[in-house]
Structure formats: structure tokens, C-alpha cells
T-cell receptor
């Protein structure tokens, strides 16, 4: 079942700007992951942050996790047109079953 | 990394019929998962398919509607039975990677439209 909520639902930014999206969840987690989906195709894993981590970086991606608030954020810096996609957070309670958030649709304008 | 293929990639079906979706992985994995993504929505886990045992279904999904087979460690099928337009969705299979920093590889999905 879904337990994540994401905001905003949609985000439109200019190329070069940063994009920030947030995710909240309800139950305890082992880790939280962010995925990207282009035009209804398969999901691409972006980054995973474990429950005992607070911040993680990967290239232009920065993820934070606040387990006390049951929330996470994904920051994409210096956005590109190729970053246009839907972004989903997903929580894993430790059994590899993922519970996905509603998703944020990001449009990067050239 | 695991390479996952799904067949068919898309299909248009008539209501009342059934469609079987295949998921093939290029390595042996114990666990495989099936997800549904309804139009404009997020992904919802349908069931876990383990080789050698019955699939375990999430709340809201039943075996009669979504029978699953798992004949070996590289292959699984999901059947969408007695379809209605509400079954129009993308169906994706996934497998754990067991690699540090990553937990799931997803197939490309099967886009189903039921008329």
C-alpha cells in the first residue's frame, strides 16, 4: 500500500535552476529511495538513503532524511532538460517491498 | 546489474479476456515483485513471487484476479484475469539487487489498455 506523499505534485523550472521535492511517509523504514520515470517507462533507481543516515549526495542529487518527521527531500542542482521526468520516493521496511509516494512531475524548460 | 525484460511491452485487450505478462531476468533471483501503475498514478505492489512457493498478495489483490507463476529463479508470469477497463495500467516486475546502495531493478513495464 502507498504510504508516501510527495509535494509538489508538479514542478516547472528553468534549465540551470535547482529542483526540490519532498516526501513524507507513515511507518518505520529501513531505507528510503528515489526513482525517476520518463514518460511512463521503467523506473530508474537514483539514490538510496538508509534510516541511520541524514544526508547523501550523488552527482547533482542531494537527499536528506529526517526520521523524526518521517520525511525526505530530493534536490536536483543545475537542472537540465534531460531531468524532465516523474520522481518517486519509495520506502523499504526491510523486506524489499517498496511503498511508493504519489510522485512529483518535473518539467525543465530550456 | 540485472537486466529485466517483459513481454508484451504493450497490448490492447477486450474486457472479459485475460492477459499473461512475462518477466525474464538475466540472473537467478529468489524474490520477484509485481507492481501496478494506474494512469497518472504511482506504483502499487501487487504481490511477491518466490520460486517454489505460492505468491503472497498485498491487500486489495487476490490470486483469482492476478494469478502468478514462478517456475524458476529467472522467470515469472502475471496474469490479469477477466479484465475490465479499470485494469488499464502499466504492470512492472522488479527484483532486488542485493548490492549496497541499491535495492531494486525494474523491468520496462507492460502497458495494458482494456476496452
Amino acid at each position: 500500500s502507498q504510504q508516501g506523499e510527495e509535494d509538489p505534485q508538479a514542478l516547472s523550472i528553468q534549465e540551470g535552476e535547482n529542483a526540490t521535492m519532498n516526501c513524507s511517509y507513515k511507518t518505520s523504514i529501513n531505507n528510503l529511495q528515489w526513482y525517476r520515470q520518463n514518460s511512463g517507462r521503467g523506473l530508474v533507481h537514483l539514490i538510496l538513503i538508509r534510516s541511520n543516515e541524514r544526508e547523501k549526495h550523488s552527482g547533482r542529487l542531494r537527499v536528506t532524511l529526517d526520521t523524526s518527521k518521517k520525511s525526505s527531500s530530493l534536490l536536483i542542482t543545475a537542472s537540465r532538460a534531460a531531468d524532465t521526468a516523474s520522481y518517486f520516493c519509495a520506502t523499504d521496511g526491510g523486506d524489499y517491498k517498496l511503498s511508493f509516494g504519489a510522485g512529483t512531475t518535473v518539467t525543465v524548460r530550456a | 546489474s540485472a537486466v529485466i525484460s517483459q513481454k508484451p511491452s504493450r497490448d490492447i485487450c477486450q474486457r472479459g479476456t485475460s492477459l499473461t505478462i512475462q518477466c525474464q531476468v538475466d540472473s537467478q533471483v529468489t524474490m520477484m515483485f509485481w507492481y501496478r501503475q494506474q494512469p497518472g498514478q504511482s506504483l502499487t505492489l501487487i504481490a511477491t513471487a518466490n520460486q517454489g512457493s505460492e505468491a503472497t498478495y498485498e491487500s486489495g489483490f487476490v490470486i483469482d484476479k492476478f494469478p502468478i507463476s514462478r517456475p524458476n529463479l529467472t522467470f515469472s508470469t502475471l496474469t490479469v484475469s477477466n479484465m475490465s477497463p479499470e485494469d488499464s495500467s502499466i504492470y512492472l516486475c522488479s527484483v532486488p539487487s542485493y548490492r549496497v546502495g541499491e535495492t531494486q531493478y525494474f523491468g520496462p513495464g507492460t502497458r495494458l489498455l482494456v476496452l
